[in-house]
Nanobody, 125 residues
């Protein structure tokens, strides 16, 4: 059974930091591009950041460049999202997603077939 489990969400003040983790099981982790997406109330799910299978490439939404960093540990089947300088507009449910194969970059959430349950991030001003 393929499963992605996010953790690390919470509430912080603007300018603060959070680190999200996503632990994968039931899949060959190194064969998957891993992405983070977010969805705010009333808005469509949007791409945040992604990392290629071996960690050799990353892709960022313009809104998070210079503030968010993605990394992965293939030995632990885990991907991380380090979020710094958080802004109120970063408030959303953050989802981890997995995309099998070698296509890169892929920013459309519709292409990712495996999803975590989401974790809430709330940034207050």
């Amino acid at each position: 059974q393929v499963q992605l489990v996010e953790s690390g969400g919470g509430a912080v003040q603007a300018g603060g930091s959070l680190r999200l983790s996503c632990a994968a099981s039931g899949l060959t982790f190194g064969s998957y591009t891993m992405g983070w997406f977010r969805q705010a109330p009333g808005k469509e799910r949007e791409f945040v950041i992604a990392i290629f299978r071996n960690g050799g490439a990353t892709d960022y939404a313009d809104s998070v460049k210079g503030r968010f960093t993605i990394s992965r540990d293939n030995a632990k089947n885990t991907v991380y999202l380090q979020m710094n300088s958080l802004k109120p507009e970063d408030t959303a449910v953050y989802y981890c997603a997995a995309l099998y194969g070698s296509r890169w970059p892929v920013k459309s959430w519709r292409e990712y077939r495996t999803w975590g349950q989401g974790t809430q991030v709330t940034v207050s001003s």
